[in-house]
Every structure is written in structure tokens, then in C-alpha cells.
């Protein structure tokens, strides 16, 4: 029923004016109601209409006419009263300091639950989540009582946790045990930071728990914040005036010399770690360093923190190190050998104790004469090398921007320098217990910055290096008398690092002195060092640089040999690096892409950073021309040797040279000459027809020639080769067609002396090459008939030859398969051999009728050729 009308019970005297009143109250009334709970629903407005409709129909209670409908009872004013203040403890609203403070609360409960029930990885990670709630509710260095009272507690919980440990038998599981390890190390330095809060908690815990909080009320924080910074005056200079600088929160950081140590240990912990800007911590350590005034240790803790900072921006497989941070590194390191060379009591030793109170200044002890730092100034330095290296890697080298970079090779090598005399400062007193393997490594080092040098770039590298170091300053090992002479230097360095030290090192400074000595034309010497170090039977147990090394090293005393003018002794020991066509990836001058090999991205990268720089290149085509050039001098003579005489055993010094040499003999048209290739095949063509002077013509146009020293000298020996090979090559090609030669006639055909012509054709006749004898009295050769077979002779024992092979072929055949067989060959009696299937194959078509009647039945038939058929006749 609509609660617009009335029953008939109703007064009739109730105006409409009445009825409007009515509606208008109970609209306001659901109005309000719909106000102050917005979750009310319209049943509860039709429960409260279904209400008054039944009230109003039973006439239950008295009914309220008029103004007073408008009026509110005392209970009904309580009871709105009390909705009112329910609403609002429903809606009350937490601000955020309050939440963070209800977060923390929680989490200390947890690590409380957690040491209820010795659950110490529930600890380890509460733990770290704590330290990471109070950052945001610190005031300055003070943090909220309940945060300093759960760490203290629970460091003497873990104090008695390890107490027990100690005493009782049963160990922890390890889980547990990691995580009582992780809070172990994490709350000492944690707790550090609050010590005095802490000490004043254990001296009364209740009074410090009933002080008034420090946290004052939160405020809003303005975004920007310009304060005059209470540093000192130059670091007023630097800052933008008006302005200070601030941590990643907005808080202010003050430099001074009591806080470096602090910010030192902060950026040491945050390497490493995800997003952190390095670039932002050289600024502070570069900060920290102009601090006034700063001890020499601080000193020497803020530059090997730097130094080492800035190797990480080049970190990473393929990322280079930029080159602004190269040259401050650089100036870094020299700025920290000059700080200790100066403060001689502070040294820098790897196994010196780390100093972890950052409060105050470590001294030195009572007895000791120095003050130890732990660190490494050779890893600084050898890092700094291997920066180098890779800059120069990945630089065009044929570009101006390489020989820019190659001049920070002569800082590099000061640098170097300069730590040796420290470290040889260090070796001489004894209680400093310094490593003989700290000296050998930057000796190494220094060797390797020469080796590979002329004679007079290291001179002038050795002059700068001395001007670098005060006049008072001598090197026991390489004095500033002996400086000059770049043969003393590298022999000095090589046999002190061969006295002292073991393994590469040991291998690497022979290497590098036989390099040196083939590079110089000494070839006899770097000769027999080479052999007396039987590097060559050991060297496949060393790293790949050292393998690299022996390579070029090899190659290096083969064009030493060439430049003697010893063609045999240079195309014997070019052979392996250059015979193999792998000539860039044995000299690390490039990476050989194989066709079929299957690279990983991993091997790729490896190789590629075993690459030398470009400065450090042997020219690989000069190195192919050296060795085309002995295998034509030696192979021409023998191609002759063979084909004149066919009882003569077939023997090839270069199978390369031998393909080049068919490859190009298969042409049909031959054109000029174009590159060094060319050249020498058409030069071996030009010999064996017996042209000397061509073939001498086209080896000297050559214009690779040029890059060696003593390019005349070198043609004028190339000429006198060819004449001698020439010779000999016309001598095998045409004995068989002279009965006596004179040496006068072959004096005047190749233009050498006929002392020389007798001494080749006399060798020639003592190595049994050549049938004949030398007349002296009248200068003639006389060449000895019948000695030679015939064509048809020499084919016949060809074939002997080869038949007798076969046979032996055969006979290892017959042995591998009847190994073990006692009854091989009686199959004819059907023996040997099982019958498939159990005799005769059944199935389908039947028994197999026909064919060859002496097939046997099972197993395969034994035919064995010549040699079966005469066994089983």
C-alpha cells in the first residue's frame, strides 16, 4: 500500500496540506539516512516504509500530529549520536608515517616470532627488511626507539645463540646455519651506526623507552631545499653558490676529513650492486680527495678506491674502458706511487689487515715501522696495461685517432717503471714479507712493453722513464748506467726473471730475449736459445698467449734467418706457421672464419680479445712472400732432380708451394704479374726453364721488399741465390745430354765465379746428386753414363714397388679380419661361418634355388682377391 493514502479509519479532517508535510519530512529524513551511510541500500527504505505502512494500518503507539513530527526525543538523539561516531571510527584515515611506523611494528614481531622458534633465516630476512623500513622513518642519525630496542635485542640474542653453539654437540640444519652467518655479519655493522643510542637502551632500558620520542611530527617536505653548506672553502668553489649537495633522499652531505673513511665503506659496499651510478661515486671519491686537509692514509684509501672505480665503468665482456677515465686512472696511479715514494712509512701490501673502525685514524703499532694499507699496486698497474690493450683493439688502426691513443703507451711504460723501483724499495726490507712473484709480474710487465721494439725506441723510452724519477733514484736490477744499451735491458730483465721465477713467466722472458735477438739480426743466438730451451716440446702444456708468443717468436727467427741469406733454415722454420694457411689466427692478427666450424658467441668473444694490437703486427704478406720466395729456391732444384731421374724417391719440402705451383701451371693464359704470388710463380716458372735473369727480375720487383732494413742488400742476396739455384736446376735438367761440361761455359752462363761454379758442382757430387766427377786439371765435368735406368727401367720398378705394397696392404686386411677365426679358410667343406635362419631360409618364394652353385649358404663369401685365390690353390 502506497504510504500517499490513508485507511478508512483515517481522520477525514487531516488537510492535504497535512498529506504534503508528511512526504516532504520523509523524503528529507531517507535524504539524510542516504548522507551519513552511503552504503545503505534502498531494502533498508523499504523496510522503513513497510514500518510505518504497518503502524499506521494497526494504530500501534501514539502517532505524532503536526510541528511535533518535527521534534526529536532524547533517545533518539543517543542513538543518532552513537551511529554518528561509528561512521566515524569507520572511516578513520592513517597518515603514511603512521602505516611505515604499523610496518615496522609488524616486522619486529616477526623477527620476535622468529627467535621464539630459532628460525634464523626468517631473522636473516625480517632482518633486512627492518633496515629497510627505519631508512624511511630516521631523523638525522637518530632512528625510532622500537628500532633500537629489536637490533639490540636481538644481537644479544645471536650472541647467545652462538654462546651455545660452541658448548652443545648438535649442529644446525643449514638453513638455519646461513641465516645465523648472515645477521651475524650484517648487525655488527649495522649497529655500528646506533652504537650510542644503543648503549644508552642497555644502560636503562625503561627510561629510554618512557623518554619523549625524537621523531617530530612529519612535514611537508619542500621539493627544493637551498642552504649555505658548512664545508670548507674550496669546496664553497666548486658548489654552485647558493647551493649544497644532497644524497639520493634530499638530505644534505657534508664532507669533512673524520667522515671520508664512512663514505669510503659505503661506496665499497655498493659495488657491485644493481643500479649503481659509478659515475656519481668518482665524483664523490674525486670530492673526498680535495678535502683539506687529508692525511696521507686517507690519501691512499680515496685513490685506491678511485682507481678502482673507474676500472668498473670498464667492466664487461666487450665494453672498453672511456678514455677520459683511462688518462685519470693514469694520473691517479702516478699521483699514488708519488704519495709513496714521499711518505715512506705508509706502504701499500697485500697482505696487510683491513682497518674497519672508520671513526678514527689507524696509527702506527708500537715495534712496527710502517703502517701498512692492504692493496696491490701491480693489479692497479697490470689492469691499466690490459685497458690499453683493449682501447687499442678496438680502435680502426688506420686511422689518426690509433696513433693518438699509442702515445699513452709512454705514460703506461713510466708508470710502470716507477712501481718496479717501489716494489724493489719494498724487497729490501725483509719484515715486510713482500712476494718474489709481486716483482716478477711487473718486470714481466715492462719486458713486454720492449721485446718487440727496435733498439732505439727503447732507448728513448728508457731516457723518459729516468727523467720521470728524482736523480737520487737507481735500480738494483737494470741501473741508470746500463740504461743505454736496449740488448743489456731485455738480457738484464730476461735472465733475472729466468733466475727468480717458474712456469709462463719463465717461458715468456726466454721468448721475449729470443724475439729481441732475432729482431736485431742475431740469429745464431736466438737460434741456439731456441733450442736449448726445448720450449718446442712443451710449449702445447702453456696458456694461449704464450703459444701466440712462441709463434711470433718463431716467425721472427725464420725472417732472421732469411735476412742471413740461410734459405733451408728459414723455409724449415717458417713450415709450421706458414705451411699450415693459419697464419693470422696462430699470430693473433685476425680471426680465420672456418666455413664449416661451428663457433659459439662465448669462443668468438675469447678469441677476439686474444687479438694484439696493430702496432704489434708481423706483416703477414711480407711473411708469405719470405717463405714462397725459400720454397721456390728449394723446390725448383728438386722438381729437376725428379724429373731427370725417376729412381730418385719422390720428396715435397712445401705441399702449399706445390699447389700454388700446379694451380698455376693448369692456366691457360698467364697474364703479368699482379700481386706477390704472381710474382714468385712466374719467377719458379722462369727458373726451372733455366732464365735466371727473369726470375731475378720479377723477384725484385717485388715491392714488399721495401719494408725490410737493407733492402739492397737483401736483393743483391736474392740475386745470388737464384744464380746458384739456377745452376744446380740446369745441371739435374740436363746432365743426361753431356758427356763433359766445362766450368769456364757455366761461369760465363750464370756470371758467377768459377771458383763458385766448382764448389756447387763439387757439393753436388759429394751428396751423390749428381753422376758425375770434376776435372781440375781441365776445369771440365765429366758426366758418367749408364749410371741412369731407362724410362722403361725406372717404370718397371715403379710398378714392383707399387705391387709390393699392395700385397702387404692385402696381407694387414686378411690379418684384421680373420683375427681369431681358427677355421677361416676351409668354407668350401661347409665349416666356419654360421647358416642364417638355421640352415635353409624358409618364408617366402621358398628355398633359394639357382645362381652360383659355390655360393655358400650362410655368411659372406670369402673371395680375398690375388692373395685368397693362392691360398686356395
Request: with cysteine; proline share 3%.
Amino acid at each position: 500500500m502506497s504510504r500517499f493514502f490513508r485507511g478508512g479509519d483515517d481522520s477525514s479532517t487531516d488537510s492535504s496540506s497535512e498529506e504534503e508535510d508528511v512526504y516532504t519530512s520523509e523524503e528529507e529524513e531517507e535524504e539524510k539516512a542516504q548522507v551519513e551511510d552511503e552504503s545503505s541500500s534502498e531494502e533498508e527504505s523499504d523496510e522503513d516504509e513497510s514500518e510505518e505502512e504497518s503502524s499506521e494500518d494497526e494504530d500501534e503507539g501514539p502517532k505524532k500530529k503536526g510541528a511535533s513530527r518535527f521534534l526529536q526525543s532524547d533517545d533518539e538523539s543517543e542513538e543518532d549520536e552513537d551511529e554518528q561516531s561509528d561512521d566515524e571510527a569507520t572511516t578513520k584515515v592513517k597518515s603514511a608515517k603512521d602505516k611505515r611506523f604499523d610496518e615496522l611494528e609488524s616486522t619486529i614481531s616477526q623477527i620476535q616470532n622468529g627467535q621464539k622458534i630459532n628460525d634464523w633465516s626468517l631473522i636473516a630476512n625480517e632482518f633486512d627488511k627492518l633496515n629497510r623500513q627505519v631508512v624511511k622513518l630516521q631523523d638525522g642519525s637518530k632512528a625510532p626507539k622500537s628500532y633500537i630496542k629489536a637490533i639490540a635485542d636481538l644481537e644479544d640474542f645471536m650472541n647467545e645463540t652462538l654462546a651455545k653453539q660452541k658448548v652443545t654437540p648438535k649442529k644446525m640444519n643449514a638453513t638455519n646455519a646461513r641465516g645465523l652467518n648472515a645477521v651475524k655479519q650484517r648487525i655488527r655493522k649495522n649497529n655500528k651506526e646506533y652504537q650510542s643510542q644503543i648503549d644508552a637502551y642497555r644502560k636503562d632500558s625503561d627510561a629510554f623507552m618512557e623518554s619523549d620520542e625524537e621523531v617530530p611530527a612529519p612535514k611537508a617536505a619542500p621539493k627544493v631545499r637551498f642552504e649555505a653548506p658548512v664545508v670548507s672553502a674550496e669546496q664553497q668553489e666548486e658548489d654552485d653558490k647558493g647551493f649544497s649537495t644532497v644524497d639520493s633522499r634530499g638530505k644534505v652531505v657534508q664532507y669533512t676529513p673524520e667522515s671520508i673513511l664512512k663514505h669510503l665503506r659505503t661506496i665499497i659496499e655498493s659495488r657491485g650492486k644493481k643500479n649503481t651510478d659509478r659515475l656519481e661515486q668518482i665524483k664523490v671519491m674525486e670530492t673526498l680527495n680535495k678535502v683539506v686537509p687529508i692525511t696521507p692514509y686517507q690519501k691512499i684509501r680515496v685513490l685506491q678506491t678511485l682507481i678502482s672505480a673507474r676500472f668498473d665503468l670498464g667492466a664487461g665482456g666487450a665494453a672498453q674502458m672511456p678514455l677520459d677515465q683511462w688518462k685519470a686512472a693514469e694520473r691517479d696511479l702516478a699521483s699514488l706511487l708519488e704519495i709513496l715514494e714521499k711518505e715512506k712509512d705508509h706502504v701499500v701490501v697485500e697482505g696487510a689487515e683491513e682497518w674497519d673502525d672508520d671513526e678514527k685514524l689507524p696509527t702506527i703499532a708500537e715495534g712496527e715501522k710502517y703502517l701498512k694499507v692492504p692493496g696491490s699496486i701491480v693489479s692497479l698497474i697490470e689492469r691499466l696495461d690490459d685497458e690499453l690493450t683493449r682501447s687499442l683493439q678496438a680502435i680502426d688502426p688506420h686511422t689518426s685517432e690509433y696513433i693518438d691513443r699509442l702515445t699513452d703507451e709512454g705514460s703506461l711504460y713510466n708508470t710502470i717503471f716507477r712501481g718496479l723501483l717501489y716494489y724493489e724499495q719494498l724487497r729490501k726490507d725483509a719484515s715486510l714479507e713482500v712476494p718474489q712473484e709481486s716483482l716478477n709480474r711487473i718486470i714481466q710487465r715492462r719486458l713486454d712493453h720492449v721485446y718487440y721494439k727496435p733498439a732505439q725506441v727503447v732507448k728513448i723510452l728508457e731516457e723518459n722513464a729516468w727523467k720521470q724519477v728524482s736523480a737520487e733514484a737507481d735500480s738494483e736490477i737494470t741501473p741508470r748506467s746500463q740504461s743505454g744499451d736496449a740488448g743489456k735491458l731485455i738480457n738484464i730483465l730476461s735472465n733475472y726473471l729466468f733466475e727468480n721465477s717458474e712456469g709462463i713467466i719463465r717461458a715468456r722472458a726466454m721468448l721475449c730475449q729470443i724475439y729481441f735477438l732475432a729482431l736485431h739480426d742475431e740469429y745464431y743466438k736466438s737460434r741456439d736459445l731456441m733450442l736449448t730451451s726445448h720450449l718446442q716440446e712443451t710449449i702445447a702444456n702453456f696458456d694461449i698467449a704464450t703459444q701466440i708468443l712462441y709463434n711470433r717468436t718463431l716467425v721472427q727467427v725464420g725472417l732472421c734467418a732469411f735476412r742471413k741469406g740461410l734459405v733451408y733454415d728459414a723455409q724449415n722454420t717458417l713450415q709450421e706457421i706458414c705451411g699450415s694457411g693459419r697464419q693470422k689466427e696462430l699470430l693473433a692478427q685476425g680471426v680465420m672464419i672456418q666455413r664449416y666450424s661451428q663457433v659459439t658467441p662465448e669462443q668468438e668473444r675469447l678469441e677476439k680479445q686474444r687479438q694484439l694490437p696493430f702496432h704489434m703486427h708481423i706483416n703477414l704478406e711480407l711473411l708469405e712472400c719470405v717463405y714462397l720466395t725459400c720454397s721456390m729456391l728449394l723446390e725448383i732444384p728438386l722438381l729437376a732432380q725428379t724429373g731427370s731421374s725417376p729412381d730418385v724417391k719422390k720428396r715435397i719440402i712445401s705441399k702449399t708451394y706445390r699447389r700454388m705451383l700446379e694451380y698455376h701451371e693448369r692456366q691457360i693464359f698467364t697474364g703479368p704479374p699482379e700481386n706477390t704470388r704472381d710474382h714468385v710463380m712466374q719467377a719458379s716458372k722462369a727458373l726451372a726453364a733455366g732464365e735466371w735473369k727473369k726470375a731475378t727480375d720479377f723477384i725484385h720487383s717485388i715491392k714488399i721488399w721495401d719494408l725490410m732494413p737493407n733492402t739492397e742488400d737483401i736483393k743483391t742476396m736474392l740475386a745470388k741465390q737464384i744464380q746458384e739455384e739456377g745452376l744446380r736446376t740446369y745441371l739435374f735438367t740436363y746432365a743426361p745430354f753431356y758427356d763433359t761440361l766445362a766450368i769456364a761455359t757455366l761461369s760465363a752462363m750464370f756470371e758467377l765465379d768459377s771458383r763458385k761454379v766448382s764448389a756447387v758442382v763439387s757439393k753436388m757430387i759429394s751428396h751423390e746428386e749428381l753422376a758425375a766427377a770434376l776435372d781440375q786439371v781441365t776445369e771440365t765435368v765429366i758426366f758418367r753414363k749408364g749410371v741412369e735406368l731407362s724410362r722403361l727401367q725406372s717404370l718397371a720398378l715403379t710398378l714392383s714397388d707399387k705391387a709390393s705394397s699392395l700385397i702387404e696392404t692385402n696381407e694387414r686386411t686378411l690379418e684384421q679380419k680373420t683375427q681369431g677365426s681358427a677355421n677361416a679358410f676351409s668354407r668350401k667343406d661347409n665349416r666356419g661361418g654360421g647358416q642364417r635362419g638355421g640352415g635353409q631360409r624358409g618364408g617366402r618364394g621358398g628355398a633359394r634355388t639357382g645362381g652360383n652353385p659355390q655360393r655358400q649358404a650362410g655368411g659372406t663369401q670369402f673371395t680375398g682377391g690375388a692373395l685368397g685365390n693362392a691360398v686356395r690353390g
